[in-house]
Structures are given as C-alpha cells and as structure tokens.
C-alpha cells in the first residue's frame, strides 16, 4: 500500500515450479509472468499436453487464490528451441517468434492452450501472449482459443469458463493500437526490455549499443503512459513485467503513471515493497 491507500499488486516473473517458493517466500502476492519456454528448452521433442497441464496446475495449486499468468510460448529471438526448427535469422528479434510462430502452428500451439485451459478448472488462472504486432493476431489467437474451448466442452473437461485472456505490450505498433487492443483483450503487460530495445533500434544483447537501452529513456516512459491510458479508458488491467519493475527509483514514476500491478523478479520483490 503507498501511503494514500493505493494498492501496488507485487507479482514474481518465473521461469520454473522451483521459483514459486522462493516468490511467495519473498512476499509475492501472484505470479504475473509465468515462462512457459522452460517446458520445452532442454528436450529434443515437445512436452505433450498432460506434462504441460500438470505444470501448470502444480503451480496454480501454490498459488492458491494467487493469480498465475501464464505466457504461451515466446520461443525465437533469444530463447531458441532447435527442434521447432525456427532456423537461422538475420535479425531474430525481428523474425519467426512469440504468437506469430504459435499462430503458424497449431499443433504446438492448440496442445498448449488446451493444458493452460484445463489448468485454469478452480483455480486463479490468466492466459497472456507474446509478442503482439497487431489487431488481426490477437483475433486469430482469441478464435483459437474459442476452439479450444468447445473441444473441452465436448470432452466433458472442465476449465474456467470466465478465464482473462491478455497481451504483452513489447513492439510500438501495440503501443500505438493500445485503444484498439484494449478493446480485444482483458489485461495488458508492458514487457520493457523488448519493447526499450525496439523502440530506440538497440539490440540489449550488443554490448556496443547497450548504452541506449535505458527503460528510463523519455520515449519509453511516454509509451508507457499511452498504454496505462488506453488500458484506463478502455476498463481494462494493466501492469508491468520488464526490469523496470524492480528498478527501486523508478517505482514512484511507474506508480505516478497509474501502473498497479508490477512483476518482477522474486529477489526484488522485499526491496520493492519497502520502498
């Protein structure tokens, strides 16, 4: 709580079950980035449907009444997985990733959204995607999920049939449609270290340009604000899940911009909320 009674939901970024103990012990109050890549990194084939629904149901069961975002697959870019055979790209965070491979293959996509559907059945579960370019491919993820859903029904397996579905907020072309994708979804999650490095054309992984690739740059702050606007105006949730969000000086800016939720790592999470 600041001290004029707002609430700032603390959430933890995870990237395996191991981190969730860890999370709560620190003081997390959720989890508002669940990384699913580490179900697939590591193998030399996918995790079937019923390994994938037993993740995530394990950590929903932590939880408990904590909500549990979970982010299908972001594999491409910096995160490669060689048996999806993504192949080699000149410019990889600006290729063959996140829901753009996902909507090119159902049979990766449709088994995991099944597992995330079915985990979601009694407990505080969230879907989100990455990586979001426009309008028309929230739509296509949204249409298959409705599909999904009716498969489940005719199956008789329960999941929640009131379950939020959001994005991630990471290229500037979801920036500036976020009145038009608040329209489509029920949450956002600003994801600052993609959305940084895109906006002022600095790869964070090149030492030589990692200079530029400051979240406290005046472009990217605006572009925050225009996101917590849309998503105000639009009723919707939004938060922050990028490194920014345990950035201790940055916090009185991000509260001020009207952010209530923040994700971060969960050694952050004590510092954080002291401040």
């Not at 395996?16 to 697939?40: C, P, Y």
């Not at 249409?143 to 859903?149: D, E, G, I, S």
């Amino acid at each position: 709580l600041t001290q004029d009674n707002q609430h700032i939901e603390i959430a933890a970024n995870i990237s395996s079950l191991n981190d969730i103990e860890q999370a709560l012990e620190l003081g997390a109050e959720g989890v508002g980035l669940f990384r699913t890549e580490f179900l697939f990194m590591g193998r030399d084939q996918m995790p079937s449907e019923d390994e994938q629904w037993t993740a995530y149901k394990v950590a929903a069961d932590k939880l408990g009444t904590r909500p549990l975002i979970i982010r299908t697959l972001d594999a491409g870019g910096d995160k490669p997985i060689p048996y999806l055979n993504i192949g080699v790209e000149a410019n990889a965070f600006l290729g063959w990733r996140g829901l753009r491979y996902c909507l090119d293959h159902s049979e990766i996509f449709k088994p995991q959204l099944r597992a995330i559907l079915r985990a979601s059945a009694n407990h505080n579960v969230k879907l989100m995607f990455p990586m979001v370019s426009t309008v028309d491919e929230v739509r296509r993820a949204k249409a298959l999920v409705r599909t999904v859903q009716e498969e489940l029904r005719v199956a008789q397996l329960p999941f929640d049939e009131a379950l939020e579905m959001g994005i991630m907020i990471e290229v500037p072309s979801a920036v500036l449609q976020a009145p038009q994708l608040a329209q489509e979804v029920d949450f956002f999650s600003i994801g600052t270290n993609d959305l940084t490095q895109y906006l002022l054309a600095a790869d964070r992984g090149n030492a030589q340009v990692a200079r530029l690739v400051n979240a406290l740059q005046p472009a990217v702050l605006l572009a925050i604000q225009q996101v917590v606007q849309a998503a105000r105006n639009a009723g919707i949730g939004v938060g922050l899940c990028g490194e920014l969000a345990s950035h201790v000086a940055a916090l009185p800016l991000l509260i001020g911009l009207g952010l209530t939720e923040l994700s971060m790592n969960a050694a952050a999470i004590p510092q954080v909320k002291a401040q």
